[in-house]
DNA sequence: AAAGTTAGTTCTAATTTAGAACCTATTATC
DNA sequence: GATAATAGGTTCTAAATTAGAACTAACTTT
């Protein structure tokens, strides 16, 4: 498999995979949330070569979560922004720090945390639905093939006794 | 930087960089979601090599993601699933899942969704603070460095322009 | 005039991934 | 009783990606 093929595979993890799927870029957008905005202050807070970090950040660009835009001019120097699209990707940087900090334990204390705005408190993250507000988590939540094109695939694996059409419960 | 210095990284998102910052692993996650336990599965309905999806099973299992247990003896043979860590994930999934569909569309249609286990109903996912219920965006949120270790870091890099001590507003 | 700043690009070497073939143990089929 | 089939890997070589260092370009500062 090519890496350019998950930016169009039909399931919408696999596209976030072409755009995240790596071990740097995740940390770039972490840096963006932080105020980082240039090339230099990325490859040296991160220590990423710069030749990966320049395609790095021409990925994120190319994928609409970060825009390149000028600062100055003489000499003309561009920054990098977040987009409307990278900044809606807080709230999956939010719950994947949640999960880390939870399951990940580490020796030293964590370098930084999420606040409210307004308080300044260390927010508490849980995933709701917007209709109930029921908290959504591996028991109130089923990962379900939607039907028609999956039907096929899932043919191509006749009679599997495990077959995950409908994923069991915890 | 070598791979495993992500795992013990201060940072709890490259710790998670560090299990899932590759092209596969957050797949084969997906495809335990769905209820994919053996290894012949996986790979036929990834595609991954045998040899890549042997180790990332073994990493998920070090990690404590996912554990391996024997569900038949003559001949021996083990399945592959979620531990409670694991299942813990669920939620970073759906909000992975959430960004990606509203901020990278395809032409085809999304082969499975998150439904509620009692409805069945698609759910609209929102992550909220546990203690207020307010919604968590980039709006309401901010990521701050916690004081005390970080600052000698931030020292390391003098009088930034854009040093990122507090995260500017959209 | 020399050195510094900022944002890259261009090389070579090391590491990772892809792809195919092979191995082991046991059960099913001819 | 030999031959295939199943399941879960391991072992190779080739291709792609990443690391690391050096270099460029267009200015500005000392």
Redesign the pocket.
């Known amino acids: ?4 093929d998950l930016t169009d595979d039909a399931c919408p993890l696999a596209r976030a995979m072409g755009v995240i799927g ?3 870029t995740l940390l770039i957008l972490r840096e963006c949330f932080l105020g980082v ?7 040296k807070r991160l ?12 990925r994120l660009e190319t994928m609409g979560l970060l825009e ?1 835009r000028p ?1 100055q ?8 922004r977040l987009t409307a699209s990278g900044k809606e990707f807080a709230p999956v940087l939010l719950a994947m720090q949640d999960w880390a900090q939870r399951n990940l334990p580490s020796p030293v204390p964590t370098p930084f945390t999420f606040v409210t705005r307004d308080s300044g408190e260390k927010v508490d993250p849980v995933l709701t639905d917007r209709h109930s507000g029921a908290e959504l988590n591996h028991r109130s939540v089923l990962m379900a093939p939607a039907a028609a094109s999956h039907a096929q695939d899932a043919a191509k694996e006749p009679k ?2 495990e077959s995950p059409s409908a994923a069991q419960a915890p």
């Open positions: 498999m090519k890496w350019h790596d071990r740097w905005r240039r090339f230099d202050s990325f490859q220590g990423v070569t710069r030749h990966l970090l320049a395609e790095r950040l021409k390149r600062y001019e003489r000499p003309l120097r561009h920054e990098y599997d006794p």
